[in-house]
């Protein structure tokens, strides 16, 4: 469940929002006023029901894929979804970008393409 709570808006000021969450997680945003003509921007998101431990596995295949060598956010990835961090494995697969999604796709790793997919807000 997401709660937004909206401060005063006034002027030319602008305030979007992006909010993706885990489904049994409850997210809170508080935007304070702007009075000014200011912009601002919030993204949040987070991996659907994926089985972590799946991930993991998935994303180990991928770190020892022909090219993938040394690929330090896949390394992480992997890391953070084996001890269960969503928020983490997220912001990793997202630096790993387009890139991991097309090794992902090419070894088959189904798990992996779903998180990727997500991180990148492609889903």
């Given at each position: 469940m997401?709660?937004?709570?909206f401060g005063?808006?006034?002027?030319?000021?602008?305030?979007?929002?992006d909010v993706?969450?885990?489904?049994?997680s409850?997210t809170e945003?508080?935007?304070?006023?702007?009075?000014d003509?200011?912009?601002?921007?919030?993204?949040i998101t987070?991996?659907?029901d994926?089985?972590?431990?799946?991930?993991?596995?998935?994303?180990?295949r991928?770190?020892?894929a022909?090219?993938?060598?040394g690929n330090?956010?896949?390394?992480?990835?992997?890391?953070a979804?084996?001890?269960?961090d969503?928020s983490?494995?997220k912001?990793?697969?997202?630096?790993?970008?387009?890139?991991?999604?097309?090794l992902a796709t090419?070894v088959?790793?189904p798990?992996?393409?779903?998180?990727?997919?997500?991180?990148l807000?492609?889903?």
């Open positions: 997401a709660k937004i709570n005063k808006q006034s002027g030319d000021s602008k305030l979007s929002l993706v969450t885990h489904s049994s409850q945003i508080n935007a304070g006023d702007q009075l003509r200011s912009t601002r921007d919030v993204h987070d991996l659907p994926i089985d972590m431990s799946q991930l993991a596995l998935d994303l180990a991928l770190r020892t022909p090219g993938a060598a330090e956010n896949l390394k992480h990835a992997e890391a979804a084996a001890a269960g969503r983490a494995t912001q990793f697969l997202m630096k790993a970008g387009a890139w991991a999604l097309n090419t088959g790793a798990v992996a393409i779903e998180a990727i997919k997500h991180s807000g492609l889903k």
